[in-house]
């Protein structure tokens, strides 16, 4: 099984401010990788897939990068709504496994 | 529009078993993978299952191997999530997501379910 480590736990910042969140994977999955935000109560919402690709309506302040075992979700500045849980989730074989979360606080 | 919605879900002994329901309407049901995800409470994400379009590939995370079965009735446009030997752990939200595939690019899980809630306990 592939794993997923997610860095840091916490984020503390400003609204404003540059997030920059890390997901690390056990073994490369090329650019199989995908961010979530979840916020309390609420339903995951996919914001990157195929590791760099904004979905359709997701705001030009997120983005991601990366490839192999390294990949970034970036905010570029942070807007209220923003502060949230972030999760990775990969495809390597058909198998999926999530990260273990980001979460963003205000700080 | 586009929608998920699970159902099953409830209070079930250890021991027990559950099965699962998601609806899926507003999109072509068969052209899609479809996943389980699950949330413990005030934990992260944990994907579960996923079944390929015809139900000839499935596969399963180590932890519910041999205990859940993931299934799809195309004609019904419902994916299923038999649980047996349920155990404490087992508790969580159970959502239900879809996957456009291709080998090339992984699209994510872009619909999810509002999820349905397992609590097992005696």
């Known amino acids: 099984e592939i794993v997923l480590t997610q860095s840091p736990a916490t984020l503390s910042l400003s609204p404003g401010e540059r997030a920059t969140l890390s997901c690390r994977t056990s073994?490369?999955?090329?650019?199989?990788l995908g961010w979530y935000q979840q916020k309390p109560g609420q339903v995951p919402r996919l914001l990157i897939f195929?590791?760099?690709t904004r979905v359709t309506g997701i705001p030009a302040r997120f983005s991601g990068s990366g490839s192999g075992t390294d990949f970034t979700l970036t905010i570029s500045s942070l807007e209220p709504e923003d502060f949230a849980v972030y999760y990775c989730?990969?495809?390597?074989?058909?198998?999926?496994?999530f990260g273990q979360g980001t979460k963003l606080e205000i700080k | 529009q586009v929608q998920l919605v699970e159902s099953g879900g409830g209070v079930v002994q250890p021991g027990r078993s559950l099965r699962l329901s998601c609806a899926a309407s507003?999109?072509?049901?068969?052209?899609?993978?479809m996943h389980w995800v699950r949330q413990a409470p005030g934990k992260g994400l944990e994907w579960v299952a996923v079944?390929?379009?015809?139900?000839?590939?499935?596969d399963y995370a180590d932890s519910v191997k041999g205990r859940f079965t993931i299934s799809r009735d195309n004609s019904e446009n419902t994916v299923f999530l038999q649980m047996n030997s349920l155990r404490a752990e087992d508790t969580a939200v159970y959502y239900c997501?879809?996957?456009?595939?291709?080998?090339?690019?992984?699209?994510?899980?872009?619909?999810w379910g509002q999820g349905t809630t397992v609590t097992v306990s005696s």
């Open positions: 079944m390929w379009f015809e139900g000839t590939n499935k």
């Open positions: 507003g999109f072509t049901f068969s052209n899609y993978v």
């Open positions: 989730q990969q495809r390597s074989n058909w198998q999926y496994t």
């Open positions: 195929d590791a760099s």
């Open positions: 997501a879809r996957e456009s595939v291709s080998r090339a690019y992984f699209y994510g899980l872009d619909v």
């Open positions: 073994q490369s999955v090329s650019s199989f």
